[in-house]
Structures are given as C-alpha cells and as structure tokens.
C-alpha cells in the first residue's frame, strides 16, 4: 500500500492589526456613503417600476460591496472575518431602514432589507467560491498524516509500481487455428 503523506502548514493565529487598520477605513466610508445616500429624501423622484428596479439593485450592490470590504479589513486578524462581515452588513442594513423612517418622503421596507440581505450574500458565496473561505470556519493546525508500521514505501521495482502500473493492459496475444 502506497502511504499518503499530507503535506501541510499549520495555520498560525492571525494578527495583522496593522492591515486591519489601513484597510477598516475604507468599509467605514462606504458605510458613510449608504448614510448618507439614505439620509436623502426622495432621491430617485418617482420613476415608477423603475425606480423599484434602480434601488433594489442599489441595495444588492452596496451591501455586497459593504460585505466584502468588512471580510477584506478583517481577513488578517480572524478566521471568522466572512461571518462577521455578512453579519455587520446586514445588522447595518436594518439599522439603515430604521433611520429612513426618520426621513422625510422615504419609507423603511422589509424588502430592502431583503436586498441588503441578498447583496451580502451574494458577496459571501464570490469570496467563498474565489478563496475558500468558509464563514465562521475555523480550522485546526493541521499535521501530517503519520504512515502505518505496515506502510511501505513506493518501489518502482515492485510490481504495481512506477510507469508500468498505470499503463493500459495489453491486448491479448492472437489465437492461432480455425473456429468449428
């Protein structure tokens, strides 16, 4: 039996506080800018359905965005970065649809939320496909796999070994004489 050696590196706390704080303030102003954004009344005027499709889409992208750029500050100081971002943003974009109630000729709406919701998992399911990132996952230091005493090492002079072993079977030798 060939033995199969994993061949790893453990994973070391993360702690890069100094990336953490050059790259928060960028999630921050996005942040600002769906306050801001918010805090206007009417922006969009009445257009009708599309209006409906313009902020929906709004929602979908700015909280996605929003998503991505938390799980970006915060990758290098924990393994639980995507959880969190999903969890800030759509915290934010309930906060978000309770200070529209405060503002005049805008209305707070479970759909928008919804959309929000939507974005920051879209943004999750990209940075999960894109870098293998799980939300919330962590992982133990991982070590090699140790060989069985009954393992053995490969030996290309054993059979079921080297090139030959993965080589097609040859056909058969051809049979001489006549069929009855």
Same mark, same amino acid.
């Given at each position: 039996? %060939?033995?199969? $050696? %994993?061949?790893?590196?453990?994973?070391?706390?993360?702690?890069? /506080?100094?990336?953490?704080?050059?790259?928060?303030?960028? &999630?921050?102003?996005?942040?600002? &800018?769906?306050?801001?954004?918010?805090?206007?009344?009417?922006?969009?005027?009445?257009?009708?359905?599309?209006?409906?499709?313009?902020?929906?889409?709004?929602?979908?992208?700015?909280?996605?965005?929003?998503?991505?750029?938390? /799980? /970006?500050?915060?990758?290098?100081?924990?393994?639980?970065?995507?959880?969190?971002?999903?969890?800030?943003?759509?915290?934010?974009?309930?906060?978000?649809?309770?200070?529209?109630? $405060?503002?005049?000729?805008?209305?707070?709406?479970? %759909?928008? %939320?919804?959309?929000?919701?939507?974005? !920051?998992?879209?943004? !999750?399911?990209?940075?999960?496909?894109?870098?293998?990132?799980?939300?919330?996952?962590?992982?133990?230091?991982?070590?090699?796999?140790?060989?069985?005493?009954?393992?053995?090492?490969?030996?290309?002079?054993?059979?079921? $070994?080297?090139?030959?072993?993965?080589?097609?079977?040859?056909?058969?030798?051809?049979?001489?004489?006549?069929?009855?």
């Amino acid at each position: 039996m %060939v033995p199969l $050696y %994993v061949v790893t590196t453990s994973q070391q706390p993360k702690s890069n /506080w100094r990336s953490c704080a050059r790259r928060i303030p960028i &999630a921050i102003g996005l942040a600002a &800018a769906i306050f801001f954004q918010s805090s206007q009344p009417g922006v969009l005027g009445d257009l009708g359905a599309l209006n409906l499709i313009l902020s929906s889409i709004g929602h979908v992208v700015m909280f996605g965005a929003l998503t991505a750029l938390l /799980w /970006w500050a915060l990758d290098p100081v924990t393994d639980r970065a995507l959880l969190i971002a999903v969890a800030v943003a759509v915290l934010y974009g309930v906060s978000d649809e309770i200070h529209q109630s $405060y503002i005049a000729a805008r209305t707070a709406t479970v %759909v928008d %939320v919804g959309f929000d919701v939507l974005g !920051a998992a879209i943004a !999750a399911f990209l940075i999960t496909r894109r870098s293998g990132h799980t939300a919330g996952a962590t992982a133990p230091p991982a070590r090699p796999a140790q060989p069985n005493s009954t393992d053995q090492a490969p030996n290309p002079s054993r059979p079921g $070994y080297g090139p030959a072993a993965h080589a097609p079977d040859p056909a058969p030798p051809p049979t001489s004489g006549t069929r009855s």
